[in-house]
């Protein structure tokens, strides 16, 4: 395997733990309505927590594009 195949391969890796992570938030985000108070305030961080690491799989997908 070549550098710009093991490239490839990563940024595909990082596209696709981003688009895991986001549908992570997704699902928490429908079931933290039907939750208690204190586990909504515990699923609403992880939510954030997801989006949060969704954009950053994101950028690294980006920034290995881009070199």
Not at 12 to 20: C, G, I, S, T, V
Not at 23 to 52: G, I, Y
Not at 55 to 67: D, G, I, T
Request: hydrophobic fraction near 40%; charged fraction near 35%.
């Amino acid at each position: 395997m070549d550098h710009n195949e093991s490239t490839r391969k990563f940024e595909q890796l990082m596209m696709k733990e981003a688009d895991h992570a986001h549908v992570t938030a997704t699902e928490l985000e429908a079931l933290a309505l039907l939750l208690p108070e204190k586990s909504r305030q515990l699923a609403q961080l992880q939510v954030k927590a997801s989006h949060k690491q969704a954009k950053e799989f994101r950028e690294v997908a980006q920034k290995l594009k881009e070199s």
